[in-house]
Antibody, heavy 123, light 107 residues
């Protein structure tokens, strides 16, 4: 059974660094057919892609946040970590991690998602 | 970046209606378009990938079509559990992008 679960702080102060962890089960982060991505959704707004990491450690970031984001993985712990520096109230959102399938064929889609974690940035 | 524009943004429909949502890409993306359904307070759920492939377990009343720059999601007979927000996404091209969403509400 494939599951993903996000964890991290509920409240972060402006200018601080946010660290979110996605713990996966039911598949391996070393599987070349898959990858993991982070996506966020501000309250009442649309989904926004943030970053993704492949089994070969290739990392992609959304251009607008590239300087503030770092994605990493620990296959032994089955975890993918996203850090965001210098947070702002505009970063208040529900953060989701999801599994990417179709990597070998390069026909990508997100087939399993975590439940999401709401992060509020406020002093 | 490839922009995805969904239309309409809001749709009011009745149970049993046929519903069509359009997603237009700012440049050609072949058939690499994905559709998700999201209900309030929940994570999105995969419906269709590569424009027309139905994800396992998704009811056959959902279908997708299109290629290049124009894509559609069709619900052949709207059911009460289908009232939700629908998003298209492309992630074969960097950076990945989502449409702005289409909310399907009860008429």
């Amino acid at each position: 059974q494939v599951t993903l679960k996000e964890s991290g702080p509920v409240l972060v102060k402006p200018t601080e660094t946010l660290t979110l962890t996605c713990t996966v089960s039911g598949f391996s982060l070393s599987n070349a057919k898959m990858a993991v991505t982070w996506i966020r959704q501000p309250p009442g707004k649309a989904l926004e892609w943030l970053a993704q990491i492949f089994s070969n450690d290739e990392r992609w970031y959304t251009p607008s946040l590239k300087d503030r984001l770092t994605i990493s993985r620990d296959a032994a712990k089955s975890q993918v970590v996203l850090t965001m520096t210098n947070v702002d109230p505009a970063d208040t959102a529900t953060y989701f991690c999801a599994r990417i399938r179709g990597v070998e064929e390069w026909e990508l889609y997100l087939d399993y998602w975590g439940q999401g974690t709401l992060v509020t940035v406020s002093s | 970046d490839i922009q995805l524009t969904q239309s309409p943004s809001f749709l009011s429909a009745s149970v049993g209606d046929r519903v069509t949502i359009t997603c237009r890409a700012s440049q050609g993306i072949s058939r690499y378009l994905v559709w998700y359904q999201q209900k309030p307070g929940k994570a999105p759920k995969l419906l269709i990938y590569t424009a027309s492939t139905l994800q396992s377990g998704v009811p056959s009343r959902f279908s997708g079509s299109g290629s290049g720059t124009e894509f559609t999601l069709t619900i052949s007979s709207l059911q009460p559990e289908d009232f939700a927000t629908y998003y298209c996404q492309q992630l074969n091209n960097y950076p990945a992008t989502f449409g702005q969403g289409t909310k399907v509400d009860i008429k």
